[in-house]
């Protein structure tokens, strides 16, 4: 029988995407089948050890921090069998994106939607509502039709909506919190191709279209250039066009002019904060038109070489317009030195307990702040206009929201609480930043239990 020594004391320093976030863990393991995963969550049931999983790291919350146990998922990865008459792909839950993307693509069947960044894992992409962009289309999550999870105890545990549709709400977008993704059974699609443009528009206009755009093409995204009135609208649409590589010079131009140029722009609004405004400005008149015809999976995906850090919330999709319109007013007047774009796509309603879509179509606004530079006046500034409009924040970004906030805007917020104390009664999925998350929730209850033994 496996079995798994946590006693050897780990002294590498673990860090997000960004850097924001930093722990040295106790114990890193790599568990490399169901067995081992099984094996580490009983020794640290048995040592009392908490326990988070690691994807790629790229939440910007302290989500899987840790000075405990840390469980990478990356020696779980690739595609395990697809049933294309189905339309069903069991996947394992440490799969990178990219590589998803990829051997779906073999198997000639494809995700619905993604996001831009494909650098994640498919079970962190779920846990916490990665999405793309349409106003068709849900997240990442909605693809999910089974999961198999570690929990707690030790147990393997099927989950599917036919079996407990209540629980299987409940665990699409449970924050790590329910146990170990360690395999997934995705809804996928036949192969397809997407036509991708590119424009700059000025910023005016594409607000008074944004029901247009968003109705007439399978995915709209615009970003807006703080400090102009220029916005880039990218439109994406399938086409019976045969696919085309990316030319040599393509590939250097978004590497050289939207990422090393930027870098170093960047770096000059790190050292020279008012710069901004005016790098903006020259971002803003260096928008490309661009045309491009690809597999869907390559189209999504862009890269991204510039670390940031992100905050994102979603907002009723009516509320759109006049967010954004409150957001420019609010940059304009208090002069932030933001240079990089606001980016803002849709995404379908769903039924998820913890989804930010959860109940209703979405917009989704982030904002980012290039790493090194200060954030925390500019965030708090689009977070307290964003949440005055029913604003639910990304659980993989940043935000300052608490339970008892939590508990006004998800309906199934207390629902989801109670599931998670049942399946982990001692707590070994939690870390610091989720136990503040909870802690209001923890002293009520913690107060009604005194109340009720006095009576």
Not at 244 to 260: D, H, I, Q, T
């Amino acid at each position: 029988m496996f079995s798994v020594d946590l006693k050897a004391r780990n002294t590498r320093v673990w860090r997000n995407w960004s850097g924001l976030v930093r722990s040295v863990p106790r114990s890193i393991v790599y568990p490399a089948s169901v067995e081992e995963v099984v094996a580490i969550v009983k020794s640290c049931a048995a040592e009392g050890r908490k326990l988070r999983v690691v994807g790629s790291g790229h939440s910007f919350t302290r989500l899987v921090q840790t000075d405990d146990v840390l469980v990478s998922l990356d020696q779980l990865q690739g595609v395990i069998a697809v049933d294309q008459d189905r339309g069903i792909a069991e996947v394992w839950g440490g799969t990178k994106l990219d590589r998803l993307g990829e051997e779906l693509h073999a198997h000639g069947v494809a995700q619905e939607n993604l996001g831009d960044i494909n650098a994640q894992s498919i079970a962190g992409a779920i846990s916490t509502g990665t999405h793309g962009t349409g106003e068709r289309l849900g997240s990442l999550a909605t693809q999910a039709v089974g999961l198999t999870v570690v929990t707690a105890a030790g147990e393997i545990l099927e989950c599917t909506p036919e079996q407990d549709e209540e629980l299987f709400r409940a665990m699409q977008v449970s924050l790590g919190m329910f146990g170990i993704i360690v395999k997934l059974k995705l809804r996928v699609v036949p192969t397809y191709v997407l036509r991708y443009s590119s424009r700059k528009m000025p910023f005016t206009a594409c607000l008074s279209q944004l029901e247009q755009f968003k109705l007439e093409n399978r995915h709209f995204e615009f970003y807006w250039f703080p400090y102009t009135d220029v916005a880039q609208v990218k439109l994406t649409n399938e086409t019976d066009e045969v696919p085309g590589m990316p030319s040599r010079w393509s590939y250097w131009k978004v590497m050289l002019m939207e990422n090393a140029l930027f870098w170093a722009l960047s770096e000059c609004c790190r050292f020279i904060p008012r710069l901004c405004k005016p790098i903006s400005r020259l971002s803003a008149a260096g928008v490309p038109n661009v045309q491009a015809v690809g597999y869907s999976h390559r189209i999504f995906a862009s890269p991204r070489l510039v670390r940031f850090n992100e905050m994102e919330y979603s907002v009723p999709a009516e509320r759109m317009k006049v967010v954004l319109e409150e957001i420019r007013d609010a940059v304009d007047h208090n002069q932030f030195a933001v240079h990089f774009p606001i980016e803002c796509r849709y995404v379908r309603g769903d039924d998820l307990w913890l989804s930010p879509a959860n109940g209703r179509d979405s917009a989704y606004i982030a904002v980012h702040m290039y790493r090194g530079m200060a954030y925390k006046d500019y965030f708090a500034k689009v977070e307290e206009i964003c949440r005055r409009h029913g604003g639910r924040p990304h659980w993989g970004k940043m935000h300052t929201m608490q339970a008892e906030q939590f508990r006004m805007v998800y309906p199934k917020w207390e629902a989801f609480m109670n599931l998670r104390e049942q399946l982990d009664p001692e707590g070994m999925f939690l870390n610091p930043y989720l136990t503040e998350m909870m802690a209001q929730r923890d002293q009520a209850h913690e107060l009604t239990t005194i109340g009720s033994v006095r009576k």
